[in-house]
Nanobody, 127 residues
Framework: QVQLVESGGGLVQAGGSLRLSCAAS????????MGWFRQAPGKEREFVAA????????YYADSVKGRFTISRDSAKNTLYLQMNSLKPEDTAIYYC????????????????????WGQGTQVTVSS
């Protein structure tokens, strides 16, 4: 049984930083793509960042490029999202997700291929 458990959310002022963690268990994730998505009130869930567990290749939404960094610690089976220079528009529930299979038309940047999801952690950025 795959489990993804996020932590590290909270309230921070604009310009501040937070580091989110996602503890992954129940599977060997070496062949997975791990992603972070977020959902703000009244908006659809959107892609934030992704990483190929093996090789460490990373992918970012334009809105967070240069401010957020995705990484993973294989020894701890943990995914991270370092968020710097936070803005009020970054306020959302942040979810980590895991995907193994990508079929024709699938993309790291969309939610569809991601089979497993955490429960989410709230990030609130005050102005």
């Amino acid at each position: 049984q795959v489990q993804l458990v996020e932590s590290g959310g909270g309230l921070v002022q604009a310009g501040g930083s937070l580091r989110l963690s996602c503890a992954a268990s129940g599977r060997t994730f070496s062949n997975y793509v791990m992603g972070w998505f977020r959902q703000a009130p009244g908006k659809e869930r959107e892609f934030v960042a992704a990483i190929r567990w093996s090789g460490g290749f990373t992918y970012y939404a334009d809105s967070v490029k240069g401010r957020f960094t995705i990484s993973r610690d294989s020894a701890k089976n943990t995914l991270y999202l370092q968020m710097n220079s936070l803005k009020p528009e970054d306020t959302a529930i942040y979810y980590c997700a895991a995907a193994l299979h990508f079929y024709t038309g699938d993309s790291y940047y969309t939610a569809r291929p991601y089979e497993y999801w955490g429960q989410g952690t709230q990030v609130t950025v005050s102005s």
